[in-house]
């Protein structure tokens, strides 16, 4: 039998994640379909159970069940525990298996795809919410000179960054002070069309901006080319987090170059 997957989440409709997987079940010859459901606000673990009981191999889970998930997980991978949040469910041997690959993502774009070197650089994460949570560990594992924790809500920043320990400081944006190689827009503005109030000296020469929205120029990419930097928004991501996923499923792992290619054309 075809193998069946999925991705929840409310609103769910304008999800790329369908064609993303259905790309790499071409390329990899992989006999599986993966469809988008909308899950009601409050009936995200009777859809998840009605899909393992329709023979659901595993699924992705999108805004807003990631933390849900995280709760309705039997077991936790390593990265899915410190990221306090899952995007991707395995069902298999009557467990519920969560995993987090939004940092594995991120970094795959920044590291592979736009060749950053994080090692040694000064990186600044706006943003305290779960998209920034879910990125802190692999950020640090790249060994940073420093990262930064930037929030409007500053007890929230403080509250994250006394999760990680030494190597993470955190600040409101109006105590924001020197310059950063690598900056990612994690908060939500960018949905609202609205701009972090950020001062133009966090640009370092060389820098770049990054924004986890994809699929529209963002107020905070705007902002960073008024200033001559270099920018980039979150499709590679979004197709590198996809992947990860992809090799967790079916432990292939799929060429993303192909992908993020095709769907930068048809923006």
């Not at 673990?45 to 009605?50: E, R």
């Not at 320990?165 to 939500?188: Q, R, S, Y």
């Not at 370092?204 to 001559?228: E, I, K, Q, V």
Request: net charge neutral; glycine share 12%.
């Amino acid at each position: 039998m075809t193998d069946r997957y999925a991705v929840f989440g409310h609103p769910v409709a304008h999800s790329k994640s369908p064609l993303i997987h259905a790309a790499f079940a071409r390329q990899t010859g992989q006999d599986m379909t993966y469809e988008a459901i909308l899950a009601p606000k409050d009936g995200f673990a009777a859809s998840v159970a009605a899909f393992v009981a329709a023979g659901g191999r595993g699924a992705n889970v999108t805004v807003p069940f990631k933390e849900e998930a995280c709760r309705l997980a039997t077991r936790l991978s390593a990265r899915a525990e410190c990221a306090g949040a899952v995007n991707t469910l395995t069902f298999a041997s009557g467990e519920i298996r969560g995993d987090n690959t939004d940092g594995a993502g991120l970094l795959a774009d920044l590291t592979q795809n736009l060749g950053r070197d994080l090692a040694g650089r000064r990186i600044l994460l706006l943003g305290a919410g779960g998209a920034a949570r879910g990125v802190i560990e692999p950020l640090l594992a790249q060994q940073p000179a420093t990262l930064v924790i930037a929030n409007r809500t500053v007890a929230r920043a403080q509250g994250l960054a006394g999760l990680f320990g030494h190597g993470v400081v955190a600040c409101g944006f109006d105590a924001l002070a020197g310059a950063f190689d690598v900056i990612v827009n994690a908060t939500a503005a960018s949905l609202a069309g609205e701009l972090p109030p950020l001062p133009p000296t966090i640009f370092a020469a060389g820098s770049l901006a990054y924004d986890m929205m994809y699929g529209r120029d963002t107020p905070f990419l705007a902002f960073a080319r008024t200033h001559g930097v270099a920018t980039a928004d979150g499709l590679g991501m979004l197709v590198e987090q996809a992947a990860e996923a992809f090799f967790v499923w079916r432990g292939v792992r799929p060429d993303t170059a192909p992908v993020i290619a095709s769907l930068r054309a048809a923006c």
